[in-house]
């Protein structure tokens, strides 16, 4: 199993690594501890991001298309969700450093772009439009040959997925009221993945071969085989966020409740003995 030690990636992981770590050193020192959870969660994401970049999936990713989907599945699905949950509230406040932080305050149309796209309808069409846009066999072709298009490929598939994942996993906590429609907001975002995962399965010729053999591909894989394998891995990924993104927010849902009622019968009972009893 080949290696890659890339130099630029190296350094973007422990930038941002020695940034959250400095965030949390900030809060300790405030007196707020950051719950083992959300740190583990933080950690889990960049090393699945570090595992996409730097791992099997990248040395393979111009030679295989299953290592290519895989290094994409690693960085945008996986990786997307941990991150963002690792950076809640409060330690999305001190990730920047200040200076950054004003300067973009004072960027207001960049916030208001943000905050519109962040948007849970206006974020799954990102996610979407860029996900089939990059699959068209020119873009596709074009990053697996490009030193500077591949990173922008990465950086836009992270990019929307993070936006997906904002408004599911409220980093900044401040719910958003219910929770069965982010059931639906899920559903629109794996979807149209699980329509291109189809697509390599049943295609019966091979895609991509601008970059990638049509024959016989490394470590023994046919093109069929290696297509059908991208394929196969992008279902499985979908259909595992789906059913673990269902069972969660069925659960939150029966938490919110169960602690409505609760809070229901509490104010009855409140008032049920705050009442004057009749003689």
């Given at each position: 199993m080949?290696?890659?030690?890339?130099?630029?990636?190296?350094?973007?992981?422990?930038?941002?690594?020695?940034?959250?770590?400095?965030?949390?050193?900030?809060l300790r020192g405030r007196g707020a501890e950051v719950p083992r959870r959300q740190v583990a969660c933080w950690h889990a994401g960049l090393a699945l991001q570090a595992l996409a970049l730097l791992g099997p999936t990248g040395a393979?990713?111009?030679?295989?298309?299953?290592a290519h989907m895989a290094e994409h599945l690693l960085l945008a699905d996986l990786a997307a969700p941990l991150l963002v949950a690792g950076l809640r509230t409060p330690v999305l406040q001190f990730f920047l450093p200040r200076p950054v932080l004003v300067a973009f305050a004072r960027r207001t149309r960049l916030r208001a772009v943000l905050g519109r796209a962040r948007r849970p309808v206006v974020a799954i069409v990102l996610y979407v439009a860029v996900l089939y846009g990059w699959h068209i066999a020119p873009l596709f072709?074009?990053?697996?040959?490009?030193?500077?298009?591949?990173?922008?490929?990465?950086?836009?598939?992270?990019?929307?997925?993070?936006?997906?994942?904002?408004?599911?996993?409220?980093?900044?906590?401040?719910?958003?009221?219910g929770e069965l429609w982010k059931i639906l907001h899920i559903l629109g975002a794996r979807l149209p993945g699980m329509a291109i995962g189809m697509a390599f399965v049943v295609a019966r010729?091979?895609?991509?071969?601008?970059?990638?053999?049509a024959r016989e591909r490394p470590l023994g894989f046919s093109a069929l085989a290696d297509q059908q394998s991208a394929g196969a891995m992008m279902l499985?990924?979908?259909i595992l966020i789906m059913v673990g993104a269902l069972a969660f927010f069925f659960w939150r849902a029966a938490q919110d409740d169960m602690r409505r009622t609760a809070a229901e019968e509490a104010e009855r009972e409140l008032r049920?003995?705050?009442?004057?009893?009749?003689?």
């Amino acid at each position: 199993m080949e290696w890659s030690f890339e130099p630029g990636v190296i350094a973007w992981l422990l930038a941002v690594e020695a940034l959250y770590v400095r965030a949390v050193r900030i809060l300790r020192g405030r007196g707020a501890e950051v719950p083992r959870r959300q740190v583990a969660c933080w950690h889990a994401g960049l090393a699945l991001q570090a595992l996409a970049l730097l791992g099997p999936t990248g040395a393979y990713d111009d030679e295989l298309l299953s290592a290519h989907m895989a290094e994409h599945l690693l960085l945008a699905d996986l990786a997307a969700p941990l991150l963002v949950a690792g950076l809640r509230t409060p330690v999305l406040q001190f990730f920047l450093p200040r200076p950054v932080l004003v300067a973009f305050a004072r960027r207001t149309r960049l916030r208001a772009v943000l905050g519109r796209a962040r948007r849970p309808v206006v974020a799954i069409v990102l996610y979407v439009a860029v996900l089939y846009g990059w699959h068209i066999a020119p873009l596709f072709e074009a990053a697996t040959r490009s030193a500077f298009v591949h990173p922008l490929q990465h950086a836009s598939f992270v990019g929307t997925g993070v936006l997906v994942w904002w408004a599911l996993l409220e980093p900044q906590r401040r719910r958003l009221s219910g929770e069965l429609w982010k059931i639906l907001h899920i559903l629109g975002a794996r979807l149209p993945g699980m329509a291109i995962g189809m697509a390599f399965v049943v295609a019966r010729t091979p895609l991509y071969t601008g970059v990638y053999d049509a024959r016989e591909r490394p470590l023994g894989f046919s093109a069929l085989a290696d297509q059908q394998s991208a394929g196969a891995m992008m279902l499985s990924v979908d259909i595992l966020i789906m059913v673990g993104a269902l069972a969660f927010f069925f659960w939150r849902a029966a938490q919110d409740d169960m602690r409505r009622t609760a809070a229901e019968e509490a104010e009855r009972e409140l008032r049920a003995s705050a009442a004057p009893t009749g003689r």
